[in-house]
Every structure is written in C-alpha cells, then in structure tokens.
C-alpha cells in the first residue's frame, strides 16, 4: 500500500510539472527584421578637403537616407587609422529619415596627400559601406 501511495504521488508531481503552460510569444515582427533589411543611400561616400594646414583637424560629413521600409541599423564605423574618430547621428533610423556619419581627422603627422577609409557596418543588403576622406596638407 506504502509502494502504491508513493508512486501514485510521484506520477502526480510528473504530471504536474511536466503540463505546464508555455507562453505564446508573436514573434512575427522578429521575422519582419530579419528578412526584409533596410535600404541605405549616402549623399556621397568621398570627401576631399584642399589646403588644409599641418595640424589642422578637419570633418568630413557623410548624410545618408534610409530609403527602406526597416528601421536601419548602424552597426558599426571602423576607420583605418587611429588617428581618426568618428561620430554618428543615431545608430537606428527610421525609414524615410536622414542620419550622418562624421569622420575627424588630425593632420598633425600625415603626410601631404592623406586618404582616410572607414567602413560601416549596417543592416542593408550591402553590409559594408566605404566612406573615405582626402586631405592635401601644406606646411
């Protein structure tokens, strides 16, 4: 009688755990973004600034659209050189909005034709994108 007490209550306790209840979650909007990506159109990717003195620190400002129907995603922006930084608008756009991306330059040990590449990670069709900027320095 114990054995059959003891293993009906043990079954009662499996039962009990094992039919929980599982939470429906929508994952439909998840699938939306990881199907459709966003559409991104810079205004220019090349930038060339002309006599700029020894020491100068210049910008170049690269605007872009996100022309797509997804919200876009700068993942990253990766100069080349150290001695570049960089700044971003927002790293989410909404479609149909503008954003930037800013690179800054100091030109104390550069040589006189300096060229700059920096590399931006998004979630387009097109992962990568090279912006690049130019210097003519003069002492």
């Not at 209840?21 to 810079?42: A, C, G, P, Q, Y």
């Not at 001695?83 to 503008?98: A, F, H, R």
Request: charged share 30%; aromatic share 8%.
């Amino acid at each position: 009688m114990r054995i059959d007490l003891f293993i009906f209550l043990t079954l009662c306790v499996i039962l009990l755990f094992s039919c929980s209840e599982t939470e429906h979650v929508d994952k439909s909007v998840e699938t939306i973004d990881e199907k459709v990506h966003s559409k991104l159109i810079f205004e220019k990717t090349k930038i060339e600034i002309k006599n700029v003195k020894r020491g100068e620190v210049i910008e170049g400002i690269y605007t872009f659209k996100n022309t797509g129907e997804n919200v876009l995603t700068i993942e990253y922006v990766n100069p080349d050189c150290t001695c570049t930084s960089y700044e971003v608008s927002s790293n989410k756009v909404l479609p149909g909005q503008e954003g930037w991306v800013k690179l800054v330059l100091d030109t104390k040990d550069k040589l006189p034709e300096t060229r700059i590449n920096a590399t931006v990670r998004t979630n387009t069709d097109q992962r990568f994108h090279r912006l690049v900027l130019k210097a003519s320095i003069i002492d």
